[in-house]
């Protein structure tokens, strides 16, 4: 998301007449630091960031004629003046959903003014701007497609930093991805903080009533009350896959509860639609659960990967958790090892729970569980990840998967050629010549070519690792041809 909210930033500074970016940060006139305020860890590295330049502003002011330092997005959201006041480390503070007032915002600390901007929006979605790509050779891009969230879970600063939901209308989404298919990416990642409650009220002209229509995944349940049911997530990922068939699409960041049965059937239907789902559990106890307010239980959510996983065939499934959350007894912990075994994610993202201002947490519950207490539940939900996913990647030995070529294995950058699985692997393999496939499917060995950035390459699994799949080269072909190929040939080459 960070990366999406610069990319509208270096628009609205394009447009006000700041046509450069730099490699060294001392040498800009400007220094953008984009935050997140999810976790004090992150907090950390913002300050250590901004003290970094605050030793080195002497010689920053000789190199340029005003340096200024921006702090943007959540943290300034969360801080405001504080920043601001920080040994004047800092001169403008904008948060994010104040990016198109930031010309003014720096014409105002040259001003002598403060230049803070930290209110949010319930309209502000950036559809009308036209993001500079900081990756401009790429062939992956993100497209925000809403912001906000209104789930309200008790341990979660992201509707106090980023708003409420609202959606940027379907047609301004196609529009842009549109525009990246013309610069040559092949693949895009939907982005939101809840992605897939994605709700294009712009049609709509009249209030329907509460809930009307908008179904939830079984099992699960809401704070919020949707008052307009418009396009819904569903929906706009058939349009963009039917529309784009060459190009692969992906999405993140969901919550559970927003899983119907026509979003699944969209992903089992749609062969751009890569078969990777992030499935955030947070905890696997039913009573943690309840505390966050998430809105399920350990057995609904179970029941929710068991039909994802009847549903789409070969899926890949991610999670977030977090250990140590208030009140959290040693049996909640186990019970969160045992989920983690039990599904077998092919990803997950673990932290250490950090207390934040203004949550319900922060106002109702005690921060009672010790530091040393977290980190050993850490380290053990780890281990526990560790073990179940080394056995998700060996499953994929022999099998072959369609990989999207996005430049060299660092660590063998002459030789070796990395991209990502349709579940979202990292897949690296040795560069030699391989045959395209004609229109018919067959390989044609007279049209031998070694792979580049933005093939779509066949690669049969050899091994693996931890992190990553290795494998041999087997051919280039069409994103839609290579699926053809899986139906003919009744799936031997799917992706696992």
Same mark, same amino acid.
């Given at each position: 998301m960070n990366i999406s909210d610069m990319e509208v930033v270096l628009s609205v500074m394009k447009n006000a007449g700041y046509r450069e970016t730099v490699d060294n940060p001392e040498a800009a006139e400007i220094i953008f630091i984009n935050t997140c305020a999810i976790r004090d860890n992150a907090e950390q590295k913002v300050w250590q960031r901004l003290n970094y330049f605050w030793?080195?502003?002497?010689?920053?002011?000789?190199?340029?004629?005003?340096?200024?330092?921006?702090?943007?997005?959540?943290?300034?959201?969360?801080? &405001?003046?504080?920043?601001?006041?920080?040994? &004047?480390?800092?001169?403008?503070?904008? /948060?994010?959903?104040?990016?198109?007032?930031?010309?003014?915002?720096?014409?105002?600390?040259?001003?002598?003014?403060?230049?803070?901007?930290?209110?949010?929006?319930?309209?502000?979605?950036?559809?009308?701007?036209?993001?500079?790509?900081?990756?401009?050779?790429?062939?992956?891009?993100?497209?925000?497609?809403?912001?906000?969230?209104?789930?309200?879970?008790?341990?979660?600063?992201?509707?106090?930093?980023?708003?409420?939901?609202?959606?940027?209308?379907?047609?301004?989404?196609?529009?842009?991805?549109?525009?990246?298919?013309?610069? /040559?990416?092949?693949?895009?990642?939907?982005?939101?903080?809840?992605?897939?409650?994605?709700?294009?009220?712009?049609?709509?002209?009249?209030?329907?009533?509460a809930g009307s229509n908008w179904k939830y995944s079984e099992g699960f349940s809401s704070m919020c009350k949707i008052k307009n049911v418009g396009l819904r997530f569903s929906d706009l990922l058939d349009r963009l896959s039917t529309e784009f068939p060459e190009m692969r699409f992906r999405y993140t960041s969901p919550h559970p509860k927003d899983f119907p049965d026509d979003l699944?059937?969209?992903?089992?239907?749609?062969?751009?639609?890569?078969?990777?789902?992030?499935?955030?559990?947070?905890?696997?106890?039913?009573?943690?659960?309840?505390?966050?307010?998430?809105?399920?239980?350990?057995?609904?959510?179970?029941?929710?990967?068991?039909?994802?996983?009847?549903?789409?065939?070969?899926?890949?499934i991610s999670s977030d958790f977090i250990c140590g959350f208030c009140g959290e007894t040693e049996e909640d912990h186990k019970e969160t090892l045992s989920l983690v075994s039990t599904v077998g994610y092919d990803m997950a993202f673990m932290f250490a729970y950090s207390m934040r201002e203004k949550t319900h947490a922060h106002?109702?519950?005690?921060?009672?569980?010790?530091?040393?207490?977290?980190?050993?539940?850490?380290?053990?939900?780890?281990?526990?990840?560790?073990?179940?996913?080394?056995?998700?990647?060996?499953?994929?030995? /022999?099998?072959?998967?369609?990989?999207?070529?996005?430049?060299?294995?660092?660590?063998?950058?002459?030789?070796?050629?990395?991209?990502?699985?349709?579940?979202?692997?990292?897949?690296?393999?040795?560069?030699?010549?391989v045959p395209n496939r004609t229109a018919e499917g067959a390989a044609d060995q007279q049209q031998q070519r070694n792979p580049v950035v933005g093939d779509y390459v066949e690669v049969r699994i050899l091994r693996s690792s931890r992190a990553s799949l290795y494998g041999e080269a087997l051919a280039i072909t069409k994103l839609s041809l290579f699926y053809c190929n899986t139906v003919e040939n009744e799936g031997v080459a799917c992706a696992v």
């Open positions: 030793f080195l502003k002497r010689q920053w002011k000789r190199n340029v004629a005003q340096g200024r330092v921006v702090v943007l997005g959540c943290m300034a959201e969360r801080l &405001k003046e504080k920043i601001l006041d920080s040994d &004047k480390m800092v001169d403008v503070v904008c /948060g994010p959903d104040a990016y198109r007032d930031l010309p003014r915002l720096l014409q105002e600390v040259d001003y002598g003014q403060k230049g803070i901007n930290t209110l949010l929006s319930l309209e502000e979605t950036y559809a009308d701007i036209s993001p500079v790509r900081i990756m401009k050779n790429s062939v992956t891009a993100f497209v925000s497609v809403m912001r906000g969230c209104n789930n309200m879970c008790s341990f979660c600063i992201v509707p106090f930093t980023r708003g409420r939901e609202r959606s940027r209308p379907v047609e301004s989404i196609v529009k842009e991805v549109g525009e990246l298919w013309e610069e /040559g990416v092949k693949e895009v990642t939907l982005l939101g903080q809840n992605v897939n409650s994605y709700n294009d009220e712009s049609g709509v002209e009249q209030e329907v009533e699944l059937h969209v992903m089992r239907n749609r062969h751009n639609v890569c078969n990777f789902i992030h499935l955030p559990a947070q905890s696997g106890s039913s009573r943690m659960i309840e505390r966050m307010r998430r809105g399920y239980t350990r057995e609904a959510y179970l029941e929710l990967v068991e039909k994802i996983r009847r549903t789409i065939p070969d899926v890949g106002r109702n519950y005690a921060d009672d569980v010790p530091e040393e207490v977290k980190q050993r539940r850490l380290t053990e939900l780890i281990e526990t990840f560790r073990e179940s996913t080394g056995q998700c990647y060996d499953s994929q030995i /022999g099998s072959v998967q369609l990989v999207l070529v996005e430049g060299p294995n660092k660590r063998a950058p002459e030789t070796e050629l990395m991209g990502k699985s349709d579940r979202g692997h990292r897949v690296s393999f040795v560069t030699v010549p």
